[in-house]
């Protein structure tokens, strides 16, 4: 009995309507500031501190509570600990912290809560080690994780139902500062930033709280230690702001079934570099940070909200396990996560139809069918005697 073809059209997220959507809200009330630190509940965001501009010697400490239901902003006390550029902030449950960060050069241990309810802030011990600045850590449960330790690569934990540090392995990449990180399904998730004396990092590595060990997952692309990240619910995304053109304010999310980063929406405005990811409830906020303009960069106080695209990511690996993305160096890669069942040829083709490039595979696909292409739509056909599926791929550069 001969088996007719069937035809797949698979949409991924690149295209628009299973893209991210962004949308500007109300500026922070406070002037622009990049190097700032913000977190957020169910319901509110908190964000402040961080340098007004490079010539100024002092940061801020000024802090600013958002609420997303009347899209309005209100000042909230100082941070107690005073001036800070570079801290971080978490949330444990529906529990807010700021700590660390660099009052003038130097490293901080402190950690604060807020309490909204109150107005007030509460002191919490200081995290062991020489400190943390311009790095920061993930929520997996009532735990935050810290690391890595300068010079030492340790990662730190605080528990936040008994107040109390301990440690965890060992980072077991370079170290570093400015990483990005975020929390999804149960796993910590860090990566990118810059070594302490040199180099810029793309690598990304996942923590696993009940074995206790970290595990290198897949890279992105470009290389950043101005980015930032943050969890809409369970799934992580990183804007990033690596490269120039679209890589600089591109947001990306990672697909932990298919360890692969997915191109999202890019930001609607000019690049904004060293500025806060965060989220409330269902959307995710990216908030200061510096704007580059054709007149150089200034502080930003800018608020933009990104709704996370109806595609979800049971959809971007269809029941054949076909999966295919562009990167935004140009490269067009196709990859299966299961035995194709015969002999298959995997075409690549503009808008128009015309073949670029054509390989014959068996197995397994993971394979780059392009290279140094232009921002586009390209359709990716990948067939065999069994099946035949069409993939369509937006590159943006």
Known sequence: MQRSLTSILIILPFLLHGQATWEQKASAPAGGRFWAAATGNSTHGFAGTGRPEFSALTPLADMYQYERATDTWTAIPDYPAGVREGMTGFTIGERIFFAFGSPFIQFSRTVYEYLPTTGTWVQHPDVPGIGFAFSHGFVIGDTYYIGPENGTNQVYAFNGTTNTWSTVAPFPGNDRRAQCAFSANGKGYLGMGAGVFSGVYGDWWEYDPIADAWTAVADIFPNSDQSTATAVGDVGFVFNVGGSGGGGKQLYRYNATADEWIQDALLPTDRIANGSLFSVGDKGY?????????????????????TPGTTGLAEEVDAFGLVAFGGADGVITVRSTRPMD???????????????????AHGPLNMRIGSDLPSGVYLVQVSSAVAAHTLRVALVR
């Open 342 to 360: 015969a002999l298959a040829t995997v075409r690549l083709l503009d808008a128009s139809g015309a073949v670029l490039s054509e390989i014959n």
């Open 286 to 306: 990216l908030v200061f940070g510096e704007k580059s303009l054709s007149g150089g960069n200034l502080p930003s106080n800018e608020l933009w909200q990104f």
